[in-house]
Each structure stands twice: as C-alpha cells, then as structure tokens.
C-alpha cells in the first residue's frame, strides 16, 4: 500500500516527464503518457481515442496548431494533485505558454484524471479550463516567478 505522500510524489514525476515530453515536441513520448481509450475535453468539445494511432494523430494536430500560433516552450506553474484511492487520482497544472521571443502567449491550466495500470501512470483525461475560469477547487493562479 503506497502513502499519500509517496503517490503525490509519484505523480509529481509522473507530470515532470509528461511536461519534458510536451516541451520536446515529441508525439510518441507524449503519446506514451496516455491510456488508450483517453479523452481530451476543451470548451470546443470532445476528442476520444481509442487507439495510439488516433491519440498520436490528435497531439500532432495539437502541437503543430500551438506552434502556429507561436508556442515555442511551456513552463510549470502551480501543480495540485488529489490521490483518489490506490491508482487513481486528479491533478490540476498551471503553466504558461511562451512564444520565441519570450512573451508569454498564455497561461494555461488543466485538470487531469491519472490512472496507474500495472506498469506506471497514465493520462485518463485532460480537460482544459478556460482563463476566464478557475476550474476545480477555485484554486487562485499563481503568478509565474
């Protein structure tokens, strides 16, 4: 049985390697993150994969249309997890998107449902709260250092 501290701090590392994946642009590595089936839910709608195949083809989509936008890197903000019993828990992550000449292109925050299947953690869900949200908990966002 794993402790409450022992899980956030699993986690905790779980998202740092998630994030690392997601700054390297690299969709197989963010891919690897994910259960399949997964849903990514935004105020837009609902994308589910059932398949690597699917989930690969939604992050390049997902990454080619930031880096459109100028996204160039992404840096961790706040992270809040919330163990949910054994294998199962919700973490919400605030970041913040930065274009190539260092402006900040967006805060963004996200609430994850993360699962642990027999070999490691996995994303579930992501759901991405609007910046005129706050999202789960109200928690307040914290300023970028």
């Avoid at 990514?40 to 994969?49: A, K, M």
Wanted: proline share 5%; aromatic share 8%; hydrophobic share 40%.
């Amino acid at each position: 049985m794993s402790s409450l501290e022992q899980i956030r701090k699993e986690l905790e590392a779980f998202y740092e390697s998630y994030a690392a994946a997601f700054n390297g642009k690299n969709v197989s590595a963010i891919s690897e993150c994910f259960a399949c089936p997964c849903a990514l839910i935004t105020g837009h709608g609902l994308n589910q994969c059932s398949t690597e195949n699917d989930l690969q083809q939604l992050l390049g989509r997902y990454l080619a249309d930031l880096k459109e936008r100028g996204w160039t890197h992404s840096e961790m903000g706040q992270l809040t997890i919330w163990p949910m019993a054994e294998d199962l828990a919700m973490v919400v992550a605030d970041g913040t998107r930065y274009k190539a000449d260092g402006s900040m292109l967006e805060p963004v925050r996200a609430c994850y449902t993360i699962c642990r299947d027999a070999k490691s953690w996995k994303i579930v869900t992501v759901s991405e709260v609007d910046p005129s949200f706050l999202g789960p908990g109200d928690l307040p966002v914290k300023a970028p250092a």
